[in-house]
């Protein structure tokens, strides 16, 4: 039997059981068809082909490709290699200007191709980077852009290209997020010059580990090929300084039995994602994330900013949610900024990255997806209730929430 959250005694943080008997994480797997996958293992074994440009890999990237309406789609070992290769690839050297806001592999991928990461603050409505802040941090050295798509939202798109052209700048987008996502009814994948997914895990569509640079340039995408090979044109033949960026055939299994069940995934994201906004909506000072809601969207993040007028804190609500054994989680805090070596090397970073700051401060990530267990959202909404108000009941007038009244 699951206990009732009514009163702040009923908290696991004050010492109360969880609520939740096991962990419930940001970021399960979404793994629908068990059976088309092992189909595609057995395929695979049968033809003992493992690696190397297997058809496996063939398929997944002509699918991949028609699905996002580009005329490219290589498949990596991961997304972190995928942004080092496209950054590579198209050319970038000396400064690149790029979000604090992101996950810290977006950083990692400029710095180990030896480049500058120049830090631009992102803007509150949509939680990417700012064009303007991107037009301020250009330098002589800046070649340049990694811009990530926030939360299956995306950039301002159209200004960063218009800004690129202006000071002829490379433009590579990091759409780990953004898979199944639109912009101005396209799907994500040919902006830019190129645009980087990432398959892993945690994310909307997976194949355990993997990724994909997409692209429309036939030239730049042929590089990419070889880049992701060692450099070998033919057999023998190595015209290019390469690595081992390939994608396994039961990796690429993997992405092609989830491809058959995006649009389930895309549903079940959606609802859970309206049922947290029913519940959390009418608490004062909590309120989720609404990014381009004109656009599809994968809902495979659900993020709640908790306000400075929300009765505790940030960290308090993470604390309780995590007592009850809901693992959300602080995203992306404190920052690529502040992470090594970026903090050491740019000590003053910050000071050009206001909002960065200030939204790290203010979000929670929640779990969502398939595999949620549907009594997270009722538990969630009720540790919110009692940090809110002091108990669960909703109150017929919702007034101020009382700072300071329960922890
Ligand atoms: C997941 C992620 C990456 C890294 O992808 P991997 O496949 O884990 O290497 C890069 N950038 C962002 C924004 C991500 O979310």
Known sequence: ??????????????????????????????????????????????????????????????????????????????????????????????????????????AHAVSWQGLRPL???????????????????????????????????????????????????????????????????????????????????????????????????????????????????????????????KMTEINAAMGLANLDSLTEVMDTNKARYAAYRAALDPIPGLRLAEINTREERNHQYVVLIVEDSFAQSRDTLLAALTAENILARKYFWPGCHRMEPYATQQPDAGQALPITEALSEQVIVLPTGPTLPMETIGVVRDVCRVLAFGNAAQPRHPGRAQRKNVA
Request: net charge negative; charged share 20%; aromatic share 8%.
């Open 119 to 245: 830090f631009a603050d992102i803007r509150l409505q949509d939680h990417c980077i700012d064009p303007e802040a991107v037009r301020r941090a250009i330098t002589p050295q800046t070649t340049g852009i990694v811009a990530t798509h926030l939360w299956g939202g995306t950039c301002d798109v159209d200004a960063l290209q218009d800004i690129a052209d202006e000071h002829g700048l490379k433009l590579v987008f990091d759409a780990a997020h953004a898979f199944g996502c639109s912009h101005g009814g396209q799907r994500v994948g040919s902006f830019g010059n190129a645009e980087v997914f990432s398959f892993h895990a945690t994310k909307f569509f997976n194949s355990i580990e993997g990724g994909a640079v997409t692209t429309n340039d036939d030239a730049l995408a042929e590089k990419i090929r070889l880049m992701r090979n060692f450099g070998f044109a033919g057999v023998d033949k190595v015209i290019h300084p390469g690595t081992n960026g």
């Open 1 to 106: 039997m699951q206990k009732r959250i009514s009163t702040s005694a009923d908290l696991a943080l004050h010492g109360a059981p969880p609520a939740m008997p096991a962990p419930v994480h940001v970021g399960r797997p979404n793994v629908t068809n068990r059976e088309n996958f092992l189909w595609h293992v057995d395929d695979i074994l049968d033809r003992n082909w493992l690696t190397n440009n297997g058809p496996k890999v063939c398929e997944l990237e002509q699918r991949l490709a028609d699905y996002l309406g580009v005329r490219h789609c290589i498949a990596m070992c991961n997304g972190t290699i995928a942004l080092e290769i496209a950054i590579r690839a198209t050319g970038m050297t000396g400064e690149v200007i790029l979000p604090s806001y992101t996950f810290v592999a977006t």
